[in-house]
């Protein structure tokens, strides 16, 4: 269960990192900016699993 606890501990030990990934437009074949995602790598080095994926329609 993840709580306000476990994610200070996981700042404390260093655990959460930003990725960032491109947004490309297609019809441009160009990168027209970027977002940035925090991670947070487990000690077990499992990366902890994020909100389910859902698409933009």
Known sequence: MINV????AGL???ELFIE???IIELQHERCAGAEAL???QR???ALHPGPKPWRHC
């Not at 606890?5 to 200070?8: A, K, L, M």
């Open 43 to 45: 000690p077990t080095g």
């Open 5 to 8: 606890e476990t994610i200070h």
């Open 12 to 14: 404390d030990n260093g």
């Open 38 to 40: 925090v991670r947070w």
């Open 20 to 22: 960032y990934l491109p």
